[in-house]
């Protein structure tokens, strides 16, 4: 049961300015959710990381093994722990914003050989694996393993693929057959009458067979043959005016359209509607030919894919950054990894998802001229204005006595606020923690936090 005392606890564990010394002690005798707050952030002394990665309890080992924050070396050590579930932590992506360092070459083939199939499937989803590791892995024991080497391979040799198209498992032979069916059309046949529908928006079908595709009963049918990159405009012409909206705008999503014949077709994108691009769509992400025609398009639905490119140019990001569409501006923002910090404010301003925060941990999301959002009346808005460094001190204290508790607690963690009032957060119930985590934090107050819970 989560009382005052431990949400003070839990804050202090993610506390950035708590002694070493402190946080070992947190270590070796809080509670599983506390070690979680403490491991789980940037910013831990390597005397701590040490510690957890010797902990008796396999959870801790875990968090380390997890976390992209610790050391490649603490990581890689436990690449040979006796718990598969440590293992796995390894060998799966690391959790951080910045993009760790990667595992040694002889780590990741250690993790690829690991008796524990999970550990081994985990592997395959590692950047830049060695094609030598991800042919092993194709090959492996467990069916499990094989499928997920297909899944993450992203051009697998023809050798691999026909190996897997005569492979035990049936779900295996599937997905060869689906890599292979570009160069053996032979194979489209077959896997239609499995039941692999997905394929109708992607594969070289006989024109019989399209045709047919473009006379099907079902909306759902027509509107996937209508993003077939191979379909011969005669028969795009004839969907172009078919009676369902649905598949209508998959034909105006066509990528050989003319702005002109894409204008021609009646179809409407709303703010509010979800646009999937066809599965071919996402191999051409770096075709800036391609995705320039669509960022400079009138039709949103093509901005809206081109904003999925992380390959944008410069002119291209700024474009899109001002586009009249909010999906156009929250996909760039989510997608790209140099967007502009304005960008990343207005997404964060006018979005009411539940993601709306999630990008302002971005090294490019503004700190500069958020004093401006202290008046306003959008709680998000507030709490933002609190990373302005020029922010005073009076302002902040003002944010701290917001009737929302979760600008209180924003303001809770600023080192700016009066001593006085950082105490009396303390017993604040919604900002307790956020309290217990601000760096101005008396050391005194941090031991008072480790009294009350008896740890010290």
């Known amino acids: 049961m989560r009382t005052l005392y431990t949400v003070r606890l839990e804050g202090l564990a993610a506390n950035p300015a708590a002694p070493a010394d402190l946080l070992l002690l947190i270590l070796e005798r809080a509670e599983h959710p506390v070690r979680i707050a403490l491991l789980h952030r940037a910013g831990v002394p390597r005397t701590v990381y040490d510690a957890a990665a010797r902990h008796p309890d396999p959870r801790t080992r875990r968090l380390v093994a997890r976390t992209g924050h610790a050391p490649a070396e603490i990581r890689?050590?436990?690449?040979?722990?006796?718990?598969?579930?440590?293992?796995?932590?390894?060998?799966?992506?690391?959790?951080?914003?910045?993009?760790?360092?990667?595992?040694?070459?002889?780590?990741?083939?250690?993790?690829?050989?690991?008796?524990?199939?999970?550990?081994?499937?985990?592997?395959?989803?590692?950047?830049?694996?060695?094609?030598?590791?991800?042919?092993?892995?194709?090959?492996?024991p467990e069916a499990r393993v094989r499928m997920g080497a297909l899944l993450a391979w992203p051009e697998p040799p023809d050798e691999i693929v026909d190996a897997a198209m005569a492979d035990p498992d049936p779900a295996v032979r599937r997905q060869g057959m689906l890599l292979a069916c570009h160069r053996r059309p032979e194979l489209i046949e077959p896997l239609l009458a499995a039941g692999c529908d997905s394929i109708i928006s992607d594969a070289a079908l006989e024109r019989s067979r399209a045709a047919a595709y473009c006379r099907d009963a079902r909306t759902a049918t027509r509107a996937a043959i209508a993003a077939n990159p191979h379909l011969p405009p005669d028969l795009v012409t004839v969907l172009k005016d078919d009676p369902e909206h649905e598949v209508r705008l998959a034909v105006s999503l066509r990528p050989e359209l003319s702005e002109t014949q894409r204008a021609a077709i009646d179809y409407h994108v709303g703010p509010e509607d979800r646009l999937s691009p066809p599965g071919w769509f996402w191999s051409r992400l770096d075709d800036l030919d391609l995705m320039r025609r669509y960022a400079t398009s009138a039709?949103?639905?093509?901005?809206r894919f081109a904003a999925y490119s992380p390959h944008l140019p410069a002119d291209l990001v700024a474009r899109l950054a001002a586009d009249g569409d909010f999906a156009v501006r929250m996909l760039l923002s989510e997608r790209h990894p140099d967007p502009p910090g304005e960008l990343l404010l207005s997404v964060a301003l006018e979005s009411r998802l539940l993601t709306r925060l999630d990008r302002t941990g971005?090294?490019?999301?503004?700190?500069?001229?958020?004093?401006?959002?202290?008046?306003?009346?959008?709680?998000?808005?507030?709490?933002?204005?609190?990373?302005d460094p020029v922010l005073g001190t009076g302002a902040v204290d003002r944010l701290s006595r917001d009737a929302d508790p979760a600008v209180r607690a924003a303001a809770a963690r600023d080192a700016r606020l009066p001593p006085a009032r950082l105490l009396e957060?303390?017993?604040?119930?919604?900002?307790?923690?956020?309290?217990?985590?601000?760096?101005?934090?008396?050391?005194?107050?941090?031991?008072?936090?480790?009294?009350?819970?008896?740890?010290?």
């Open 76 to 140: 890689a050590g436990l690449a040979g722990d006796p718990d598969p579930g440590v293992r796995l932590a390894v060998a799966a992506r690391a959790e951080s914003w910045q993009r760790p360092k990667p595992l040694p070459p002889d780590v990741v083939a250690r993790l690829a050989a690991d008796p524990d199939a999970e550990v081994r499937d985990a592997v395959c989803d590692t950047e830049d694996l060695p094609d030598g590791i991800r042919a092993a892995l194709a090959a492996d």
């Open 299 to 303: 039709h949103v639905g093509l901005r």
């Open 362 to 387: 971005h090294p490019n999301f503004p700190r500069a001229g958020l004093a401006r959002l202290a008046g306003d009346a959008d709680p998000v808005a507030r709490a933002l204005a609190l990373r």
């Open 425 to 456: 957060l303390l017993d604040d119930p919604d900002a307790a923690g956020s309290a217990a985590r601000n760096p101005a934090l008396p050391e005194s107050s941090m031991k008072r936090i480790l009294y009350d819970v008896a740890i010290i």
